[in-house]
T-cell receptor, first 109, second 113 residues
Framework: GIQVEQSPPDLILQEGANSTLRCNFS?????LQWFHQNPWGQLINLFY???GTKQNGRLSATTVATERYSLLYISSSQTTDSGVYFC???????????FGSGTKLNVKP | NAGVTQTPKFRILKIGQSMTLQCAQD?????MYWYRQDPGMGLKLIYY???????DKGEVPNGYNVSRSTTEDFPLRLELAAPSQTSVYFC????????????FGPGTRLTVT
């Protein structure tokens, strides 16, 4: 399988600050997604981004497939951004996903 | 649209008991997945399905079985429950028409004692 590593493991921000979360993967991928798990456990898909850049409001993501990493940018963070951010990737078999261990974000008011 | 639904929300099993976790989606997605999440960890894929009648193993399939007789339903069967199966179980679905983005159910918290 693919090794997926996320950094940093923990992040504390003051409301309004910006942050960058990183996801490294051990091999070329054909599917990469970012997810947010809120403090109540619900998982929400943020981006499907095997390559290139996408933006959705205050969030954006960039995947550089040739260098085997993806970045998630959070601008003007809000307390509702708190939770755990996961990236997941697959290669070959498009549906066989491997998750990283996540970045736990705490945004303080 | 209810999205992805899972039942039950919570369950306590005794060692050796069996149970079925239910998952259903009403988005006509062809791909469905079962994951488990242990405390403080990422998700691990148990089984997945690319359509009715077609299933395949994920990263951690031992101790579980699945079936997919319809597009909507993807139940997960635990036989002879063990304490190592204590976890939160998530079902998800996706399709090409939704840009392969996975939609998750609310999860089932299972404790085996």
């Amino acid at each position: 399988g693919i090794q997926v590593e996320q950094s940093p493991p923990d992040l504390i921000l003051q409301e309004g600050a910006n942050s960058t979360l990183r996801c490294n993967f051990s091999d070329s991928v054909n599917n990469l997604q970012w997810f947010h798990q809120n403090p109540w456990g619900q998982l929400i898909n943020l981006f499907y981004i095997p390559s290139g850049t996408k933006q959705n409001g205050r969030l954006s993501a960039t995947t550089v497939a040739t260098e085997r990493y993806s970045l998630l940018y959070i601008s003007s963070s809000q307390t509702t951004d708190s939770g755990v951010y996961f990236c997941a990737a697959s290669r070959g078999n498009f549906n066989k996903f491997y998750f990283g261990s996540g970045t736990k974000l705490n945004v303080k008011p | 649209n209810a999205g992805v639904t899972q039942t039950p929300k919570f369950r306590i099993l005794k060692i050796g008991q069996s149970m079925t976790l239910q998952c259903a989606q009403d988005m006509n997605h062809n791909y469905m997945y079962w994951y488990r999440q242990d405390p403080g960890m990422g998700l691990k894929l148990i089984y997945y399905s690319v359509g009715a009648g077609i299933t395949d193993k994920g990263e951690v399939p031992n101790g579980y079985n699945v079936s997919r007789s319809t597009t909507e339903d993807f139940p997960l069967r635990l036989e002879l429950a063990a304490p190592s199966q204590t976890s939160v179980y998530f079902c998800a679905s996706s399709s090409e028409t939704s840009s392969y983005e996975q939609y998750f159910g609310p999860g089932t918290r299972l404790t085996v004692t």
